[in-house]
């Protein structure tokens, strides 16, 4: 009977994460994963699972769910001709390079450090969110040779640090290189694409500590954290939708930005242990 309990709670949290997640994403654009690896973070714990390899299951859980969802919008924006398959073709490899050392290193980090990196991160995109410009520039294109082969594996490393698909570091980083929004925002989702899949395989073979996992985990990756959130945020992502095209977001993204700020210093509190 406890077991079932922890199961029904389990679900009751995730299905409000999951809608909270998708209406987000739909409302301001933003990537599931920053909204999903701290609130699994919050549940697990909550619920008793709260050991040394808590943040890979958050990260690797919130990954899966970024396959589907990033499949689903690459195929969406693709329909309009938004999507830059020459971008994708020229960043993916190291992209996918990246994100496999990332499951490498997740896996042999301990909890509280990726945390603390988590944090680091969340607080750098929060405060870009809340006060990066969109006529800012770092180029008239986005880089070749040299710098795309150490930037693409980065973007792919990083991401997989924190969970997230394309769209944290993938659109910022098109933005600044001349790639107009809609089309970074489409070609991130491929990016999300690349990122998840690699790095969900792998995650697929990494050891938890049967006691410190919940029910129905394979690897990191608990599904049916993956099954709920994926379910919920295609329910509410149109939701969110119609409230943006209903009210300006750009308000609300200044809100979320503070929300997220607040968010990475509470993760930075708890990887120092205060």
């Avoid at 769209?167 to 980083?173: E, I, K, R, T, W």
């Avoid at 697929?204 to 990191?220: C, E, H, K, N, S």
Wanted: charged content about 10%; some cysteine; hydrophobic content about 55%.
């Amino acid at each position: 009977m406890p077991e079932t309990m922890l199961l029904l709670q389990m679900l009751v949290m995730l299905l409000i994460i999951g809608g909270v997640a998708g209406v987000l994403a739909g409302l301001l654009g933003v990537g599931g994963g920053i909204v999903l690896v701290p609130a699994f973070f919050y549940a697990f714990q909550t619920l008793g699972y709260d050991g040394p390899q808590l943040m890979q299951m958050c990260l690797a859980t919130s990954l899966a769910t970024i396959i589907v969802t990033s499949v689903r919008s690459v195929l969406s924006h693709n329909k309009k001709g938004a999507v830059d398959w020459q971008i994708l073709r020229g960043w993916g490899p190291g992209i996918a390079l990246g994100a496999v050392a990332g499951v490498l290193a997740a896996a042999s980090l301990r909890s509280t450090t990726l945390q603390g990196l988590f944090g680091v991160l969340a607080l750098v995109i929060g405060l870009y969110l809340g006060f990066g410009r969109s006529e800012w520039r770092l180029g008239a294109e986005m880089p070749k040779g040299a710098r795309r082969m150490i930037l693409s594996p980065l973007v792919g490393f990083l991401s997989v640090l924190m969970g997230i698909g394309g769209g944290s570091f993938g659109v910022p980083l098109m933005s600044l290189h001349n790639v107009v929004i809609h089309r970074a925002v489409a070609t991130a989702a491929g990016f999300g694409v690349i990122i998840a899949v690699p790095s969900v395989l792998g995650f697929l073979f990494v050891p938890i500590d049967p006691a410190m996992r919940p029910p129905l985990t394979v690897g990191a990756v608990n599904l049916v954290a993956f099954a709920v959130i994926v379910s919920m945020t295609l329910i509410t992502a149109p939701w969110g939708v119609k409230l943006a095209h209903a009210m300006d977001p750009k308000p609300l993204k200044r809100v979320f930005a503070v929300f997220l700020v607040l968010v990475a210093i509470n993760m930075l509190r708890k990887a120092m242990g205060a």
